[in-house]
């Protein structure tokens, strides 16, 4: 199972982060046309999801992983495109304090964490007696390992691609703080990858093969976020792979420098 369970994570991590780039770079029209589809594969899956949950075998256990992705990816598009983010869309100019610019930051994206939240407990309470939460593992996880991301990047990084961010975005890397890594990034950095270790030890542990997928595919999805954290500790090209995601063909940059 674990074989399977990485080439389908790495896959789906691959494919589903390339489509998500390519849309929000997209013409607005265009744009709003590909989350529209989104939104409706995404219903779809919230109502197979309780279904799903129910079906105990490997093929519903793979089932749940993707309405899960695609679950997540409707919740970052929907911010990326700007539709769920927050009521603050200005440059940060309050000075050094670090409660100032956590405040605004915050105000950038309170709707779009509400949302989460609000995602993340319905779908444990469709699945709290199910033997299949794989769907809400996944959520779960990647919930998890943005705010992760997202408080490395407050606290202070080494690197940030900030072409990820469409153009009407570009206000947020004004909160951020690129340039040196603060003491939050290694160590949760190791704290994934420790948890990863864990979650991959249970899998090995269990004699169930829908459990021991379910429980591979959660942990190399974990291992690829913590994967990502090693990017804002050292400046690599990681962009590299999506660059066919990139409709002008441009190389996604790393910054470096200090706001």
Not at 80 to 108: C, D, E, I, M
Not at 216 to 242: K, R, T
Request: net charge neutral; with cysteine; hydrophobic share 50%.
């Amino acid at each position: 199972m674990l074989i399977p369970a990485i080439v389908i994570a790495v896959s789906a991590w691959w494919l589903l982060t390339g489509i998500a780039l390519l849309l929000v770079h997209q013409p607005q029209k265009v744009a709003h046309r590909g989350f529209i589809a989104h939104s409706i594969f995404t219903l779809a899956a919230w109502i197979y999801l309780p279904f799903n949950a129910a079906t105990a075998s490997p093929i519903g256990v793979a089932g749940g992983f993707l309405l899960g992705l695609t679950i997540w990816g409707w919740l970052e598009i929907s911010y990326l495109l700007g539709y769920v983010n927050g009521p603050n869309h200005k440059v940060y100019t309050g000075g050094p304090s670090t409660w100032q610019r956590f405040k605004g930051a915050l105000a950038t994206t309170i709707y779009h964490e509400a949302t989460v939240l609000a995602s993340v407990a319905l779908l444990a309470a469709m699945s709290v007696d199910q033997p299949n939460r794989t769907a809400c593992y996944t959520v779960t996880v990647l919930c998890l390992m943005r705010w992760s991301a997202k408080l490395n990047l407050f606290f202070g990084v080494r690197a940030f691609n900030d072409r990820w961010l469409p153009d009407h975005l570009h206000y947020l890397t004004s909160y951020l703080r690129v340039g040196s890594a603060s003491w939050l990034l290694p160590i949760s950095t190791l704290a994934g990858f420790f948890i990863t270790f864990e979650i991959y030890e249970l899998a090995e542990q269990s004699s169930v093969m829908s459990t021991q997928l379910s429980l591979y595919l959660v942990a190399s999805l974990m291992l690829l976020a913590s994967i990502e954290h090693i990017f804002l500790l050292f400046p690599v090209n990681e962009a590299a792979l999506w660059r066919w995601a990139k409709q002008d063909g441009s190389e996604i940059r790393a910054v470096k420098h200090e706001h």
